[in-house]
């Protein structure tokens, strides 16, 4: 993970409305949800902040540069509120919606990619392919490397930026199924797992088929800098399951830890993902470090939150039994955060639950002694990096939709 020291101009794009009752209004006062073509001209539809509240206008975007770039938060999501997210929600389909043409040709690749030539392990694999995925990884190359794209003045996507896109979600879906199999997961978004399905072997060799299939469809992306990044990934998939397993039950566990446990499992993919999409873009260094930077921060706001959920909505919501990770001795952020406070809770956790009722007690403490609460501060934190390192990009509804990203998963703690 490189540290950029050097100086960079970043573009700060700033948006005058017009028309209407909006003539007046100050940009930060909105949430910019979707461009949408009119009658020929750019249109943007918007939402008041507090209020769901919508409507569509004209703008005029002007673009000015500012110094050492990626220190001015953006405009209207600045200083970050959780409440101010349950007002006027976001769904995964408002911000995908600038892509799901690519999304669309995606879903129909993924089956012909994983290859029917191997009928049993793609009935394995499309059980995970039709569990209600978002597909936010691959949407993110796509936002990224349209964002990089007009950056540049490329007109349209390139095939390796629809094929890094297959990859990554392949690569996702193989980890997932091995996840299951390592959790001894009976219940993956509401549905059976593949293992439950088809028996642990079948698993294993749905995973392994996946992973090597990506491989051999990056190596023919032929780009030398993509590879060695994907292949990382893969590398951490391994570590971040190392370290979980070496910890299990650990009081004593920190959280740069857990950080770099969450990076390995989780944003590690998604950084690739979003730096890959930017180098086949042509973009420069700068550029795609911070396009690293913000998969990374995205990545790991979304792990906290995922761990923060874990303790707050019930197993229908989840899709899976709820507390799961600390039952098993995986301890997430909340948990962390409150065994600095509550010495009893380290009790309960060493004794692995032995006595009735303890894990139950163990949830209630977490809640009680503000672990959550912590927990929501640095899902935060990481979102507000997230944000600044988006600054390098103009404004555009793909920098938009990526900016609603990181909203949109606060919004699942507000």
């Known amino acids: ?17 017009f028309g209407g009752s909006c003539s007046n209004a100050s940009f930060d006062s909105y949430i910019v949800r979707n461009y949408a073509k009119v009658n020929g001209g750019s249109r943007m539809v918007w939402c008041k902040r507090r209020s769901t509240q919508c409507g569509v206008s004209s703008i005029m975007k002007i673009v000015e540069p500012t110094l050492n770039g990626g220190t001015q938060a953006i405009q209207g999501l600045n200083g970050l509120d959780l409440k101010s997210y349950s007002d006027a929600p976001i769904s995964p389909a408002q911000l995908f919606d600038v892509v799901a043409d690519d999304l669309k040709t995606l879903n129909r690749n993924l089956q012909s990619i994983v290859g029917a030539e ?31 794209a007009e950056l540049l003045g490329l007109n349209e996507l390139t095939v390796k930026h629809r094929r890094l896109a297959e990859i990554i979600e392949m690569i996702h879906t193989a980890s997932l199924i091995h996840d299951d199999v390592l959790d001894e997961s009976d219940l993956r978004r509401g549905k059976k797992t593949v293992h439950q399905l088809f028996g642990t072997r079948v698993a294993v060799l749905a995973g392994d088929f996946m992973f090597a299939q990506s491989s051999w469809y990056l190596a023919n992306l032929e780009n030398i800098e993509v590879i060695k990044l994907i292949s990382q990934v893969i590398k951490d998939f391994a570590s971040g399951e190392i370290k979980q397993a070496s910890s299990l039950f650990d009081c004593d566990v920190q959280l740069d830890e857990y950080l770099v446990k969450s990076y ?105 002694c503000g672990g959550i609460e912590r927990a929501q501060e640095l899902a935060k934190e990481k979102a507000d990096l997230a944000l600044q390192n988006l600054q390098c990009l103009p404004q555009s509804a793909f920098r938009l939709a990526l900016e609603d990203m990181v909203a949109y998963n606060l919004q699942r703690i507000a």
């Open 1 to 17: 993970m490189m540290s950029l020291t050097s100086k960079s101009i970043d573009f700060v794009g700033k948006n005058l409305i």
């Open 118 to 148: 191997n009928p049993v392990l793609m009935s394995a694999a499309e059980q995970i392919f039709s569990a209600g995925g978002k597909r936010m990884r691959p949407a993110l190359v796509f936002l990224v490397s349209r964002a990089t």
């Open 264 to 368: 390995y499992k989780t944003a590690s993919l998604i950084a690739a993902s979003t730096k890959g999409a930017a180098i086949f873009s042509g973009a420069d260094n700068i550029i795609t470090e911070k396009m690293y930077e913000y998969g990374k921060n995205l990545g790991l706001s979304f792990q906290v939150v995922d761990d923060i959920l874990d303790f707050t909505q019930s197993a229908e919501q989840l899709g899976k039994p709820a507390a799961t990770d600390l039952s098993k001795g995986n301890l997430t952020a909340p948990v962390i955060f409150a065994l600095e406070k509550e010495p009893k809770l380290r009790d309960i956790i060493e004794s692995e639950f032995s006595e009735p009722g303890s894990l139950d007690e163990a949830i209630e403490l977490v809640k009680s």
